[in-house]
């Protein structure tokens, strides 16, 4: 099946009428459709295939026990009325990619395996790459079940509701012992390969990044018989504090967004009594970061203190600064420049993924693909189908000279 069939026959899973956008949340009917997919890819090819005790499934060609082995992959899942590529387009590719080195002949001298993470990006139960977490044991199985979506639904009872068994998953290290690289193929989130007007290009780090819960909590009361002078209205300094993450960010050349909400009660004629902003931010370094988020702290504690409102902030999740391993991203550089010896641009980036949550376990490396507006996490995202199959063929080229001889 080639890139253009398989690419045809994933789009419409989870895809929303109204918007335009995917909502493939971990553990729902969606989730499943993509997960059938991915089998069926997987068998199709007479590969290798398993689900781990975290939910993650596998493709393997040749013997992965025999360690050593080359992953390639991403996932599958995806934000609120997200779009098509982002996570898909390195699952896609991954299968595109074995599919040509069969095609070349290749003979393998190490196993290659193709992966789809589970709920990459948190978007139901909120914390962001929890399959990739869990093996790595970033996250332990305790807090994972803690987990819970906006209708109450736990991370275990949803695992369970699939048929997957939440008391089995924890660290992987058997798992891990047999990768000995991980190249994650990814559509750019920006416009860095647009501006230089190249196809493909090879990540060097990923910023460091979290997210914060902001807990605003005033009184309740009538929107048209309380006077301005007698309100403790939670809504003022939640937006002084949107407006102080801004100028935050742009201050030290970093990222700061108020994407997500809670209001109660949530009613048009009532002051709320809570308003709940979750913030994400992210900076080229760990300094900036954190000045970052303490000047948005600060702000906001100013400002609830000046309506009579009280302030709870509680870290969701957080992750360090990653640099790629350098001699695989090296490697994967002089692999795509090839004879010709053609410029590979190396480039960091803001986005959190699986190969950044690997990384401090096994060598990981990522590749970009251009994005020509920049736009992700949006219907709007897009990328060329020419710039796509380029992507397929770097990722095939790296997969020769890591695994073939």
Not at 48 to 64: L, M
Request: proline share 5%; net charge negative; with cysteine.
């Amino acid at each position: 099946m080639s890139f253009h069939e398989m690419w045809a026959e994933l789009l419409p899973v989870g895809r929303s009428a109204a918007s335009g956008g995917y909502r493939r949340f971990a553990w729902t009917g969606a989730d499943t459709d993509c997960r059938a997919w991915f089998r069926q890819q997987a068998e199709g090819r007479g590969l290798a295939y398993e689900v781990d005790r975290n939910g993650n499934q596998w493709a393997w060609q040749g013997d992965p026990a025999a360690g050593d082995a080359v992953v390639t992959g991403s996932h599958l899942d995806s934000v609120p009325d997200g779009g098509a590529f982002d996570g898909p387009l390195g699952v896609v590719s991954a299968f595109a990619a074995l599919d040509a080195l069969r095609e070349r002949g290749a003979r393998f001298t190490r196993p290659v395996g193709i992966v789809n993470f589970g709920d990459e990006e948190g978007a139901r139960f909120g914390l962001a790459c929890v399959g990739s977490r869990l093996t790595a044991g970033a996250v332990t199985p305790e807090q994972a079940h803690r987990l819970t979506d906006a209708d109450g639904v736990t991370l275990r009872r949803a695992m369970e509701a699939a048929g997957h068994d939440p008391d089995a998953i924890g660290p992987d290290p058997e798992r891990l012992a047999r990768i000995g690289a991980f190249v994650e193929l990814h559509v750019e989130q920006g416009r860095a390969l647009d501006l230089s007007g190249d196809r493909v290009g090879v990540a060097s780090a990923i910023w460091p990044h979290g997210r914060w819960r902001f807990d605003f909590r005033g009184e309740a009361n009538h929107a048209g018989t309380t006077a301005l002078a007698d309100r403790r209205d939670p809504m003022l300094p939640y937006a002084e504090t949107v407006l102080a993450a801004r100028r935050e960010a742009r201050l030290a050349g970093a990222v700061a967004t108020f994407g997500k909400i809670g209001v109660e009660p949530n009613g048009v004629n009532a002051v709320p009594s809570l308003v709940r902003g979750w913030l994400d931010s992210r900076a080229p370094g760990q300094d900036g970061l954190d000045a970052v988020v303490t000047g948005i702290e600060k702000a906001a504690r100013e400002h609830a203190a000046a309506h009579g409102v009280d302030l709870d902030v509680v870290r969701e999740s957080f992750t360090p600064v990653v640099e790629f391993d350098h001699a695989l991203r090296d490697e994967l550089v002089r692999l795509l420049g090839g004879a010709a010896e053609r410029s590979v641009p190396v480039l960091g980036t803001g986005a959190g993924h699986d190969a950044g949550i690997l990384a401090g376990r096994v060598p990981t490396a990522m590749l970009f693909v251009r994005n020509p507006t920049g736009v992700s996490h949006s219907p709007a995202e897009h990328a060329a189908e020419d710039d796509c199959l380029a992507g397929v063929d770097a990722l095939t080229d790296a997969l020769e000279g890591l695994a073939c001889t």
